[in-house]
């Protein structure tokens, strides 16, 4: 299996998946990121050696032109293609009609670098019309039942062109077109991939990507059974908590997850960062061999959930992640607890550095009214205010150094960050178990009989 991506908008969902798979089914899945050595390479030793190449659908990949040349060669040397239509990514399926239906005019306003690329290498093969690539691309992986458009009405050498890249016979195309449209039209409906779903969501999505993928090169689907969990898991036991026996295939092969090592805990905005949070999750799991949780959303799990996170937490630093009740209250919660606390920034995220202290100072003023209601609500009910957990957590968070984490690294560099991380997760631990780091007593005020925490710094 080849993935196909744009990686700056599916890198990490890419590099997931191709672990994942390779877990899952014990077949592997190409990333150039990993098996990538040398760009002449991509397609002799990438593509024509694929099976299926699968197109992490997100708004931009149409337009990357190297993208656009794996498809190509996928369709001259007879690979199925598949779409996996990246919930969130921004793509639709009109929106790739309009731009594979006119490459030249559509690049313009896109990527005005891409068709450059790709002519230059069909022109290598004596393609020099562009209408041909667009009669390909669309024909092969399926987006149309016709290929009359504006500037491409019915032409007989077009199609006997069209067919002698697809090998496929010019009098069976008004039938074949339509017919395979719909199959493609009829898969995109069962189709997806969410980051941030559940355990459960993750693994169906794996394997209805794989059932497509043994349709679309005519072999029987696999029957699934969970054999990474019972390798991990020899007494039988059943399957509790969230996702767990699920999280055996997330885990080394032999190894279940287990409450032993302690947890760590992941806080994110999941529709930001869904793909590095699972990436990160199954990366710091293999290293610390404990259970890593990314938080939940849910108003009556988030205490739980800081509190056997005894092996610290993680804070994926994006766009909005600090505006959000329930994340606010499991780092505040995590800062009173005196849990290590590690901010990872993601490249790319829109975190905003500059902003992060007025805004938890200002809370009242900057989270939506609902966000607001359950924060109060949840902070009354322990004793406390929306002005202590501002305090607490613009005196950690901005204090602390970030790891920068891009997920379209090379394998060098993402090492490197995950060591980062757990090199700051055993030196916070040590820091505030010393004293360090320290809390100052709570101080109560007459007027409202509230409790102040205040994290200081002490030096030794």
């Given at each position: 299996m080849f993935l196909s991506h744009f990686k700056e908008e599916a890198g990490s969902d890419a590099r997931y998946l191709s672990d994942l798979i390779k877990r899952k089914t014990g077949c592997a899945a190409y990333l150039d990121s990993n098996d990538l050595v040398d760009l002449r390479t991509l397609f002799n030793e990438g593509v024509h050696k694929s099976?299926?190449?699968?197109?992490?659908?997100?708004?931009?990949?149409?337009?990357?032109?190297?993208?656009?040349?794996e498809m190509w060669e996928a369709a001259l040397n007879e690979i199925p293609i598949v779409l996996f239509p990246v919930v969130g990514g921004n793509w639709t399926l009109d929106d790739a009609r309009t731009?594979?239906?006119?490459?030249?005019?559509?690049?313009?306003?896109?990527?005005?670098?891409?068709?450059?690329e790709v002519m230059a290498h069909v022109g290598a093969q004596g393609v020099t019309d562009v209408r041909e690539v667009e009669d390909v691309l669309l024909a092969h992986i399926g987006l149309v039942s016709s290929l009359e458009r504006p500037g491409r009405p019915a032409s007989m050498d077009l199609d006997q062109r069209l067919c002698a890249h697809l090998k496929q016979d010019v009098a069976?195309?008004?039938?074949?077109?339509?017919?395979?449209?719909?199959?493609?039209?009829?898969r995109l409906s069962v189709i997806s991939w969410q980051s941030w779903g559940s355990d459960n969501q993750i693994i169906a999505s794996v394997q209805t990507l794989v059932?497509?993928?043994a349709l679309a090169l005519g072999r029987a689907q696999p029957e699934w059974t969970d054999t990474t969990w019972e390798l991990g898991n020899q007494q039988g036991e059943e399957n509790k908590g969230l996702g767990k026996g699920l999280l055996g295939c997330l885990c080394r092969q032999g190894q279940a997850p287990s409450d032993a090592g302690g947890r760590l805990l992941i806080i994110c905005a999941q529709h930001e960062c869904g793909g590095s949070a699972r990436l990160l999750q199954r990366q710091l799991a293999d290293e610390l061999q404990c259970e890593v949780v990314i938080g939940s959303n849910d108003i009556d799990m988030w205490r739980g959930e800081v509190e056997a996170a005894t092996r610290g937490v993680v804070l994926l630093q994006t766009q909005s992640v600090l505006r959000n009740a329930v994340r606010l209250l499991q780092l505040f919660e995590a800062v009173r607890q005196r849990h290590p606390l590690v901010c990872v920034n993601v490249v790319g995220g829109g975190y905003d550095f500059a902003q992060v202290k007025p805004l938890l100072l200002s809370l009242s003023n900057e989270l939506p009214p609902g966000e607001m209601t359950t924060l109060r609500?949840?902070?009354?009910?322990?004793?406390?205010?929306?002005g202590q957990l501002g305090s607490s957590i613009s005196d950690a968070v901005p204090n602390a150094i970030s790891v920068f984490f891009n997920p379209a690294a090379s394998d060098v560099v993402m090492e490197a960050a995950i060591k980062d991380i757990l090199d700051k997760l055993e030196r916070g631990a040590e820091l505030l178990q010393s004293g360090s780091i320290a809390m100052t007593v709570f101080h109560t005020t007459p007027a409202a009989n509230t409790r102040i925490l205040r994290p200081a710094l002490t030096i030794p």
């Open positions: 099976d299926v190449l699968v197109i992490l659908a997100t708004k931009g990949v149409l337009t990357r032109p190297w993208c656009l040349l731009l594979l239906s006119d490459l030249m005019g559509q690049m313009q306003g896109r990527n005005q670098w891409c068709m450059p069976d195309l008004s039938s074949w077109l339509p017919a395979y449209n719909a199959v493609v039209e009829q059932d497509e993928c609500a949840e902070l009354t009910a322990h004793g406390n205010g929306v």
